[in-house]
Each structure stands twice: as C-alpha cells, then as structure tokens.
C-alpha cells in the first residue's frame, strides 16, 4: 500500500511537477497554522478529544469542504465556526494538504468475536458506504475518511445527518443513507468503521 502510494505519487509528480511541488509548499504552511489545531485534534491530527475527530489522513478535498461549510455556517458548530472565520482560502488549502499528508490512526483490528463489529461490516456492505468513501473506507475527495476515525465522532456524524443537525454540502447523499439507518444500526457501523486499520 506504501509502495502503491509512493509508486503513484513518482508518477503524477513526473506528470504534473508543478502541482506537486505547490503542495508540498502548502503541506509545509499548513504545518504551521496547524499548531493551534492540535491542542484538539491531536499534535500528529490523530485525536485523544472526545468527539473532536481525528484529521491525519483525510482527504485533502474534505478537510478544505468541511471548514468552508463551518466558514459559510452550513455546518454549525459553535467551537468551528469561529476558528474557520478566521481562515483564508491560502490558508484553508494549506491545512488541506497538511492534513493529507500525514498517517492516519491505525487502530488494532476488530477481533471475529466482536459482534457489533460483524453487524456493522454487514450494513456497510449492505448499504454500500465503499461506492462513496472507498474500498477501505480511507475516503474519496470530499467524502470522508472512516477507517480509524473515533468511535463517539463517526456516531454523533450518523446521528446528526439523520437529524438534519448536519447539512455540510446540502447534497442528500448522508441524509439520503441515513433515512435506512435506526440507532442501533448507526452504533454498529461507528464501531466497525472505528475498529478498522
Ligand atoms: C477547541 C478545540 C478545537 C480547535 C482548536 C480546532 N478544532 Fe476542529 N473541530 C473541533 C470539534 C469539537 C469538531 C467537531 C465538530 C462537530 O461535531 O461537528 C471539529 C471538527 C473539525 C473538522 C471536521 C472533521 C470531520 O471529520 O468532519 C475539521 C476539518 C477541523 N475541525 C479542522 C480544524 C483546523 C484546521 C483547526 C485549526 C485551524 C481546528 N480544527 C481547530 C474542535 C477544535
Ligand atoms: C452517495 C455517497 C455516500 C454514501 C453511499 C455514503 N456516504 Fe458517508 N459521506 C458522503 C459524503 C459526501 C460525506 C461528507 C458530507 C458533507 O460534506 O457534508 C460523508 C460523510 C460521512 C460521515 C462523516 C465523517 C466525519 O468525519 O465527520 C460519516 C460518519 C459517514 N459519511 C458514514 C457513512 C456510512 C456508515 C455509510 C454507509 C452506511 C456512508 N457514509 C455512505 C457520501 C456518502
């Protein structure tokens, strides 16, 4: 997986240099803003914070879509909200590749007894969350990373897009999957996606 990465990245480097080189430039801003982020989200983006989710390893697409939503208020929060008004367009690019860049949390796998772990691998499956957030859930542009993200984090997600509480892009695709999910359905697939490397 590594060497597929580092494989991939050789090439659109030698394809598009230009683009590469401005990201790693960004990567390396966005460190810096990124040090009063990590007082919640975790020195290296993976989150010790009880519903504060953990960044490393998100697409860079959906760490810059997710603080414009918190910018615009399309998704409310009172902690967010505040801190991505005080973020420019530069700004928020650099904390997009940052973020991108580093490893995500690699949790221990779930064990075949864990029962919920097995429920939620089945309504995954069941309810295709791959055809949007990835063949290993590492997340798609502006779908995001589950895999190793926090159990409480990826519940209260569930919850409040089938509440309406959460909006982000307006686009129903998570009100539309929610709609087919009850709660004890949404734990399970928290804890699954929580449990996976
Ligand atoms: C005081 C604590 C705190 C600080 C500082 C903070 N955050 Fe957050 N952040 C949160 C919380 C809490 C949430 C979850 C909000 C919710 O439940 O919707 C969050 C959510 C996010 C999300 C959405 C992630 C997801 O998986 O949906 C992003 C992106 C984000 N923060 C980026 C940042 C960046 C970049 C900074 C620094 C410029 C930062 N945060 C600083 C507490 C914080
Ligand atoms: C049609 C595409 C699509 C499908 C299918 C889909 N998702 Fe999503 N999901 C998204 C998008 C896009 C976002 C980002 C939403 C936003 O920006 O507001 C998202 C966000 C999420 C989040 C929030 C993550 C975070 O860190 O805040 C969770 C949790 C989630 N999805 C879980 C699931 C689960 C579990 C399934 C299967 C039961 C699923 N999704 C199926 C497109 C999809």
């Known amino acids: 997986m590594k060497a597929m990465a580092s494989l991939l990245g050789f090439c659109l480097l030698a394809l598009v240099g230009s683009r ?24 290296n983006g993976i989150s010790q914070t009880p519903l504060t989710p953990s960044l490393a390893g998100e697409p860079d697409d959906y760490i810059q879509w997710q603080l414009v ?26 904390l997009g590749a940052y973020y991108a860049s580093l490893s995500p949390p690699k949790p221990p796998p779930a064990p075949p007894s864990d029962m919920l772990a097995q429920t939620g691998a089945k309504l995954a ?53 929610t709609f087919g999910l009850n709660d004890d359905d949404m734990q399970a697939l928290a804890h699954y996606m929580a449990t996976r490397p």
């Open 20 to 43: 590469s080189t401005v990201w790693a430039a960004d990567a390396a801003a966005g460190k810096e803003l990124a040090t009063v982020c990590g007082g919640c989200h975790g020195a």
């Open 69 to 94: 939503y918190f910018r615009n208020g399309a998704r409310k929060s009172d902690v967010m909200g505040p801190i991505a008004k005080s973020l420019d367009n530069p700004a928020i690019r650099s």
């Open 125 to 177: 499956t069941q309810h295709r969350c791959k055809s949007c957030h990835g063949d290993n859930y590492e997340g798609v542009g502006p779908a995001a990373r589950l895999a190793g993200q926090r159990e409480d984090v990826l519940l209260k997600a569930l919850r409040d897009f089938k509440s309406g509480a959460r909006v982000g892009s307006g686009v129903a695709s998570m009100a539309d999957v």
